[in-house]
């Protein structure tokens, strides 16, 4: 009687509330200079438009075979081959950063990094990440980005 129950209301909330599979947070980065977004998972699927920038994190949506659905810091989505894409080691900043010399706050200044701007990360501890950008070599506080930290 009680497993009748159990079962039953297990199949009632299953189709009242049914459950979303979600991707956590993937981020991965261009591969290449030049990569080509498609409207659908399938080279016969026109080119969309065109990314330039090689290690641009995208955040990955959808998969389907050897294509993944992405959206971009700018809402812009479309398919891309899987063999175009790596593990992300990159994040896009959407305020402007210091550099610092150590990674804490209380460490000398070295630069200012303005918000859009691509950062590749060297190593991570914690939020602190080593960077380097033009001239310049230290320490960022990563707590407003688009894409996400290295483990």
Not at 32 to 54: A, C, D, M, Q, T
Not at 89 to 95: D, Q
Not at 125 to 139: A, I, L
Request: hydrophobic share 40%; glycine share 4%.
């Amino acid at each position: 009687m009680y497993m009748r129950l159990i079962v039953a209301s297990i199949i009632y909330f299953l189709f009242i509330f049914p459950i979303q599979i979600t991707f956590a947070d993937e981020f991965v980065m261009l591969k290449n200079n030049k990569v080509n977004v498609r409207y659908g998972p399938s080279f016969e699927y026109p080119i969309k438009y065109v990314y330039l920038k090689k290690y641009l994190p995208i955040k990955v949506i959808d998969k389907k075979e050897n294509f993944k659905r992405i959206i971009d810091h700018k809402h812009n989505s479309g398919w891309i081959h899987s063999s175009q894409l790596k593990k992300s080691t990159s994040v896009i900043l959407i305020e402007n950063q210091f550099i610092f010399s150590k990674p804490t706050k209380f460490s000398e200044p070295i630069a200012v990094v303005e918000k859009g701007k691509l950062i590749i990360l060297n190593k991570c501890k914690k939020n602190w990440c080593k960077t380097s950008v033009k001239d310049f070599s230290g320490w960022m506080l990563f707590d407003k980005f688009w894409g996400k930290l290295p483990n």
